[in-house]
């Protein structure tokens, strides 16, 4: 279900809504990055009052995702909660969101703001040292240091073939 908004009684009060975002609603065709997953419903609490020419979302969004540590690869759950959410969203002009039925589709404003808001560099612990066995860092050698030498005498052979 979306979370759609009935513009009808708004002008007398204002609309308080609250439910639960299904997580097909929410990832839908976006993956937000590997380490971190959506897989909880989200939990909405708003409240939508008309403004001028627009309508004032304010409220709380919650949810549980899944992460993965992008130091040490553990896998652990982190709440998101996003308290003082608020989106003007303009009925007229340019800007103005799509209202089908006399009603808003606030679906993918909380997608965006509850996708901004997880972790980009997810860790289990601020302090996470990474894995216990880590390897150095590769060092990279040079392709042509390891393929100098059987080359050179190739071509020193051929060219003492040659004179
Ligand atoms: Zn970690």
């Known amino acids: 279900m979306s979370l759609l908004v009935h513009l009808g009684n708004l002008s007398r009060h204002p609309a308080h809504l609250s439910g639960e975002l299904e997580v097909e609603e929410l990832a839908a065709g976006e993956t937000a990055q590997d380490l971190v997953r959506v897989d909880t419903p989200l939990r909405y609490a ?23 540590c992008a130091r040490c690869l553990k896998t652990f759950r982190r709440r998101i909660v996003i308290e003082g959410w608020s989106v003007l969203l303009p009925l007229e002009g340019e800007d103005r969101v799509p209202v089908v039925n006399d009603a808003v589709d606030l679906t ?14 997810p860790l289990c612990d601020p302090g996470c040292g990474g894995l216990p066995a880590a390897p150095p860092p590769e060092v990279k050698v040079p392709d042509t240091a390891s393929q100098q030498p059987g080359g050179v005498s190739v071509w020193a052979a051929l060219e003492r073939l040659k004179f």
């Open 46 to 68: 708003v409240e939508v009052q008309a403004q001028a020419a627009a309508i004032l979302v304010t409220g709380r969004l919650e949810t549980d995702v899944t992460c993965e």
């Open 108 to 121: 993918p404003f909380v997608r965006e703001d509850t996708l901004l808001a997880l972790p980009q560099h």
